[in-house]
T-cell receptor
Framework: GAGVSQSPRYKVAKRGQDVALRCDPI?????LFWYQQALGQGPEFLTY????????KSGLPSDRFFAERPEGSVSTLKIQRTQQEDSAVYLC????????????FGSGTRLTVV | EDQVTQSPEALRLQEGESSSLNCSYT??????LFWYRQDPGKGPEFLFT???AGEEKEKERLKATLTKKESFLHITAPKPEDSATYLC????????????FGDGTTLTVKP
């Protein structure tokens, strides 16, 4: 497609439930990023892939968070045993190569944990 | 640790009233500074990348400038459709995959 596609657009999870958030980057984009954005704040880095290799996962808040990009295109962010503090918008972005280029972001998945 | 501080948090302007948004940063070796625009319910939209002090970039009514400690986003004769949150982000040359964002300036332009 023409842009970065994220699904679902909205997700409500009960505390303790596992969730999976999907990102379809722009075709051919080598780099893929996940960010977490709380209400009224800027995005915070979670993790970064170059093709299928996860080069940096230093921003993942705990071992309940896991991301993968097995074939170097679609990526999934998985959160196990969700907690209320996980409620946020999860943004995926991609770029054609060199991380110093600006990103193209998707519209995000709004996760609400109840 | 890289840090980005944006000011003001919110700015209300009349249509045609020019102003500037500030982004102060500390980074261990700047690889690039980025400006994004974010509309409610959407992801950030890339505007500019600046790489070195003294550099300027322009797009329609927007002009971004960069010094060694801060960047400005100048908005000339804004229109209501310029209303959005403007985000600044930096990348360090020691960690090319990570951008550190500020919390943004929410701009409202009244007709």
């Amino acid at each position: 497609g023409a842009g970065v596609s994220q699904s679902p657009r909205y997700k409500v999870a009960k505390r303790g439930q596992d969730v999976a958030l999907r990102c379809d980057p722009i075709s051919g984009h080598v780099s893929l990023f996940w960010y977490q954005q709380a209400l009224g704040q800027g995005p915070e880095f979670l993790t970064y892939f170059q093709n299928e290799a996860q080069l940096d996962k230093s921003g993942l808040p705990s071992d309940r968070f896991f991301a993968e990009r097995p074939e170097g295109s679609v990526s999934t962010l998985k959160i196990q045993r969700t907690q209320q503090e996980d409620s946020a918008v999860y943004l995926c972005a991609s770029s054609p190569g060199g991380a110093s280029l600006g990103y193209t972001f998707g519209s995000g998945t709004r996760l609400t944990v109840v | 640790e890289d840090q980005v501080t944006q000011s003001p948090e919110a700015l209300r302007l009349q249509e045609g009233e020019s102003s500037s948004l500030n982004c102060s940063y500390t980074v261990s070796g700047l690889r690039g500074l980025f400006w994004y625009r974010q509309d409610p319910g959407k992801g950030p939209e890339f505007l500019f990348t600046l790489y070195s002090a003294g550099e300027e970039k322009e797009k329609e009514r927007l002009k971004a400038t960069l010094t060694k400690k801060e960047s400005f986003l100048h908005i000339t004769a804004p229109k209501p459709e310029d209303s959005a949150t403007y985000l600044c982000a930096v990348q360090a040359d020691t960690n090319a995959g990570k951008s550190t964002f500020g919390d943004g300036t929410t701009l409202t332009v009244k007709p």
